[in-house]
């Protein structure tokens, strides 16, 4: 009789699924409690741009000095960004290193090319017919290149904390509709009191963009741009497009709007992207290794 009922206490007579744990939900976009990091953080992340921002406004109140044609004057606004750059070596504050680095480049292709675009944009004889639609189109070409050159840069650098990138991107986005917007030809010093404010907005959004959760810093750069069309339209009482602007100029200009806001949109896309294929490059190496 025991042997009897020791098999039958053997015998499986149901079986119940044990629920799964209930997940915490981890997605980038979920708002947390955020603790703020330390202000001497904050300071040292937005400084790359409000150093570029004191350098421009220093050449401008000093004067752009060109002695026999050569621009003496850009020495005092790379100069201070290249030597932060130099000094920033260290892991700790690499990222300064970086955002110095992207500057220097924003204030050597950008900046120049968006100048001249301006000047050779002759609002309203930008016609095809007449002859002066070529050099637009090539000045809007190579300012929609180097854009992309600089993003693909931002991506880059920004691999590590991709959320960045477009705060990183922003200045040179910045530039585009105060520069390629303008109907009348801007003056040095006023493309420099231009520069200065921009870099100095940046640097403000930086700082705030530190103090967020998240993936959310990656939606102060297109919601920057677009709230500065805004303002730029409600202020100058005009249309998105230059005033008295044929088709062709809409079309230049529509061109490389879009592709400014496409782009500070897709960096931070780019910059996980890279990451990812950076990462799976390494693990090949040392699987083979």
């Not at 009922?5 to 939900?25: F, G, I, L, N």
């Not at 290249?82 to 050597?108: G, K």
């Not at 303008?182 to 103090?211: E, N, R």
Request: glycine share 4%; hydrophobic share 60%.
């Amino acid at each position: 009789m025991r042997q009897a009922a020791s098999d039958r206490q053997d015998v499986v007579t149901a079986v119940a699924m044990r629920p799964e744990p209930a997940k915490a939900s981890s997605s980038a976009w979920s708002w947390t409690p955020r603790v703020l990091p330390a202000p001497m953080r904050i300071v040292e992340q937005a400084f790359p741009n409000l150093l570029m921002a004191v350098s421009a406004l220093a050449v401008l109140v000093l004067g752009t000095y060109t002695p026999f044609g050569v621009p003496v004057w850009a020495v005092g606004i790379f100069i201070p960004s290249v030597l932060l750059a130099l000094v920033s070596t260290d892991p700790v504050h690499v990222t300064r290193q970086r955002a110095a680095v992207i500057n220097v480049a924003t204030m050597a292709m950008i900046f120049p090319v968006l100048v001249v675009r301006q000047s050779v944009v002759r609002i309203p004889f930008v016609d095809g017919g007449n002859g002066t639609l070529l050099a637009p189109t090539i000045a809007t070409a190579a300012v929609i290149g180097l854009l992309v050159m600089l993003a693909l840069g931002c991506a880059v650098l920004s691999q590590e904390d991709p959320e960045y990138s477009g705060i990183m991107f922003l200045p040179a986005a910045m530039m585009v509709p105060l520069l390629a917007g303008q109907s009348d030809l801007v003056s040095l010093p006023s493309a420099l009191l231009l520069a200065t404010a921009i870099f100095f907005v940046s640097a403000l959004l930086t700082a705030l963009a530190s103090m967020l959760p998240g993936a959310f810093p990656a939606l102060i750069a297109p919601a920057a741009i677009g709230l500065e069309f805004v303002l730029l339209t409600a202020f100058q009482n005009a249309s998105l497009f230059p005033t008295g602007a044929g088709s062709a100029a809409k079309v230049l200009f529509f061109a490389i709007v879009v592709a400014t806001l496409a782009l500070a949109i897709l960096v931070p896309m780019l910059s996980v992207w890279t990451r990812q294929v950076t990462r799976l490059a390494q693990t090949q190496s040392f699987s083979h290794a």
